[in-house]
């Protein structure tokens, strides 16, 4: 069974930063492409940063660019967003995505595996 598990998420001040993990169990990450996705109540989920497991092309949405990071760690099947300069938008609920071969039009996966997501809170 594929999975995605998630970890890092917490709480932080506004300028603060964290690192989320996305780490895949039952498959490898080879031809996919990884997501990250956040949501907050009521709104939808939006797609905010995908990465090539191979290819290494990077998506990141403009609100997050220049503050988030995505990278890779082959040998542990592990993809990080590094997560800095975080303002109060950036609270929610954060999922990573496998989608295989996917493009970076995140609105349009369908993803073979969601992570079990992880909450991120921004409080002064």
């Known amino acids: 069974e594929k999975q995605l598990v998630q970890s890092g998420g917490g709480s932080v001040q506004p300028g603060g930063s964290l690192r989320l993990s996305c780490i895949a169990s039952?498959?490898?990450?080879?031809?996919?492409?990884i997501g990250w996705f956040r949501q907050v109540p009521g709104k939808e989920r939006e797609g905010i940063a995908c990465?090539?497991?191979?290819?290494?092309?990077?998506h990141y949405r403009n609100a997050v660019k220049g503050r988030f990071t995505v990278s890779t760690d082959h040998a542990k099947e592990t993809v990080y967003l590094q997560m800095d300069s975080l303002k109060s938008d950036g609270a929610a609920v954060y999922y990573c995505?496998?989608?295989?071969?996917?493009?970076?039009?995140?609105?349009?996966?369908?993803?073979?595996?969601w992570g079990t997501g992880t909450l991120v809170t921004v409080s002064s």
């Open positions: 995505a496998a989608e295989w071969r996917g493009s970076n039009i995140l609105s349009a996966w369908s993803p073979d595996a």
């Open positions: 039952g498959f490898t990450l080879d031809d996919y492409t």
């Open positions: 990465i090539g497991w191979k290819d290494g092309c990077t």
